[in-house]
């Protein structure tokens, strides 16, 4: 009691500072924006997976640990387009050096073709080539030898040059450079360049450690524009024109249409929102306060999401229609109110302001209590998706409560000392008008109650039968798709990304890398990772293959070395004795040079180390596992299959090499959903049963409302089911948010049917059912507009949450008022009937200044 007096007196101190100064109290308000505005436009996108899970988890901080130690992997490509190969190279040769001097924090590598390779290549043929083949040399120089030999001393056998293995320079580059045009062959570009279309397109590619997006990657980009206006590649080739592409600009393309998209989303829920609001008070002096009023809450809420969490992710990016069409409510309750104590009542301005303060705060706080327990029992996770999500909205909702309470008053103190609100001669029409929200509901249940009231309990019954089995049979989504971004149009760096991709390959693009402590590791960690290979079933094949820096070694050195320094050794004997003439000396020692020794690590060219080099220049502890072909990436049941065969590998000797990357991400995210949305549900469920038994005292009509909510929550997962529409880490955000919210319309009706009695549930119907539809329908609409987002997680999210707002609405303002009403008619048999008044009609007296009617509540109706 002495907490409410509390309450009841800040609000009175309230209203009366915003009727004498109601200009002061705007500014302040508004002031706050300033600040508010600057912290809220610090806010950025994170839209990775991993920013779904907690910073401890395991693969994230792997991925984190790998990403710390692999070179720059963004690439900003220079695309060159002329009228011949020629030109096109002549610019590559004159552009490149150039770009290698630029700042190492601005570019780590410049790949501007294979001739490199190539040249690493050819001068190792030898060391390539197959030891079958190697050794057949061998054998073959040794019996030209030993012939040669017995032919000069005369003691040959009669055989003709044809019948022993010829020793010309043909033959053994024939043999060697086997291998050497096989990859040739397979390199892309011409002539060691990435030029194609026919000489007429060519690339460079700019390895670079910035961030998409950044203000240094525009730098970066300006920085070339320069260097290649310096070289002036028109003075060759006035065709010649240079554009960019690469992850580094097309991931800022999709990074804006990600931050555009949310723009839009944002737009479009507020706009419908106040549009609907705007119908139902018929005023735009209305409109303009309750769209400055939500304005200024959902501003406060992104600025303290900026202190709280410091960023937004996939799951809380869109969360402005949703903050706006949540958190409008508590301006539609007061508004409401205050209306009619000034339309109605006849109230004074300063009245009407107070009675919308006292008769409504605590409506709106039980309100404001029953969404926090929803985004609470998100917020209590461990599953970032789900917190943040709970954190911000919740703190949104809040925020605008504080906003409704704040700024509405003073504004329509302004605007009605401006000109007033009211006359006698305009209050009718737009009462009626009013009243076009709850008519057609109080109709139906005049009308039809048994039936609605069969109906809704058979279709509960069914429902919850297609709910058991949703749950039963695995309701996750694994189509990966489904939760990306849909194909937008290309963008011009897009289309130049896929020519570009026909010249230079896309090598490696779905392998993920697993860094391992030690060089000495990881021929181990490859033969664990092949034996878990060999022991899955043939349909159960985690991946195609493992590829190490060894794999880019020859094989089998040692012995290649030794058949080769014995062939060199047999060659030059040849040569002293003869056999071999000088002219073709030197094209034998292009195949086997003289000096012979094995390859290392560190002899492999930067282009081809490149994969498996880290930043801090180490080379050889990177290994890359491949997905298996035939597989797609995007189903979720071969990416957990593909994560789990490389999440944790332990050695021989005991060391655990843990593996990360997108499949183990989405799994790890997959079993976090898993395991942090049941306890959100139960969380949700069981503080809304102490809300609804609290605020009734253990009442029959508490369990009347409670049964009610479990029939919309039956509703929408029965609905969810038949329109096979999945779980996914966000839509399952619906499910707590659809108890707590939709308990608040059941609260409502039950709570204003027990101060007016069932005699009056047409009126009650008409009056608190048309506030609760406009405020369910304003939250609607905020999910609703999501299904524009480009995100299928966010379009499913908003469809999902729209039909849990539909059918709990329904179930509250149909299902329950049509139970009650047919309970009265049974009840009130062999009584003296008396009519009830149509719906809409009202009755003589109802709002008479002498008897104001109960204020419409969307939450519980204080005691």
Known sequence: MDDQNFLARTHRWLAAIQVKHPGIVLFVALLTLVPAGLLASKLSLKSSFKELLPDHKPSVVEMRRVNEKLAGASTLTVVITGSNADSLKRTIDALSPKLRELPPEYVVGVDDGTRAVRKFFEENKALYADLKDIQQIHDDVEERYDWEVQKAAGTALDFEDDDVPDLSPEALKKRFQRKVDDANKKSPGVDGYYIGEDGKLGAILVRTPLGSGSQEAFQLRQQISDLVAEVNPKAWDPATEVNFTGNLITSAEQ?????????????????????????????????????????????????????????????????????????????????ARYV?????????????????????????????????????????????????????????????????????????????????????????WRTRLRGVYGIPFAWAVKKFPKSIATVGALLGIACVVLSVRYFVNDPMEYDLANVRNERTKPTAAGLLSVRVDKIVGRLGQD??????????????????????YREAPPDQKPFEKVVSVYDLLPDQQPEKLKLLRQTQDLLNRARKRGFIEDKDWKAIEENIPEKLAPIGIADLPELVARPFTEKDGSRGRVVYIVPKEGRSVYDAHYLMLWADSYRDVKLPSGDVIHGSGDSVIFADMLIAIGEDAPVAV????????????????????????????????????????????????????????????????????????ELMGDRDLQRVLVETGGAVVLCSLTTTLGYLVLLTSINRAVQSFGLAAAIGEITTIAAAVLVLPAALHWRAQRSRRGEPQQADPDPGEEKPGAGAPEKPSPTPDKAAVAE
């Not at 200024?296 to 706006?324: K, Q």
């Not at 000495?520 to 664990?528: G, T, W």
């Open 511 to 532: 392998g993920k890398a697993i860094v391992t402590d030690r060089i000495d590791q990881v021929k181990p960690l490859v033969e664990e990772l092949d034996k878990r």
């Open 340 to 428: 009619e104590a000034r339309r109605d009542e006849g109230k004074a301005v300063e009245e009407a302001v107070l009675i919308g303060h006292l008769e409504t705060y605590r409506a709106t706080l039980a309100a404001s209590l029953a969404a926090g327990i929803a985004y609470g029992s998100l917020a209590a996770t461990d599953f970032r998706g789900f917190k943040h999500f709970g954190i911000i909205a919740g703190l949104g909702m809040a925020l605008c409560w504080v906003a409704t309470y704040l700024v509405l008053p003073a504004i329509l103190v302004i605007s009605e000392r401006i000109k007033p609100m009211y006359s006698k001669t305009e209050a009718s």
């Open 682 to 753: 139960v969380l949700s469920l069981l503080g809304t049963i102490l809300v609804i038994l609290l605020a009734f005292r253990g009442r029959a009509a508490g369990w009347a409302t409670l049964v009610t909510l479990l029939c919309g929550v039956a509703y929408q997962i029965g609905t969810m089911a038949l329109l096979g529409i999945k779980l996914n880490f966000l839509n399952f955000v619906s499910l707590p948010i659809g108890i707590g919210v939709g308990a608040d319309y059941c609260i409502n009706v039950m709570k204003r049917r």
């Open 255 to 335: 990074q804006k249409a990600i931050t555009d998209d949310l723009i839009s989303v944002g737009g479009w829920g507020v706009g419908l929102i106040l549009g609907v609001v705007f119908l139902f008070f018929l005023r735009f002096r209305t409109l303009l306060a309750m769209g400055v009023t939500i304005g200024v809450g959902c501003l406060w809420s992104f600025a303290f999401a900026y202190l709280s969490v410091g960023y937004l992710n996939m799951a809380t990016g869109f969360l402005a229609s949703i903050i706006a069409g949540n958190g409008i409510n508590f301006g539609i309750i007061y508004m």
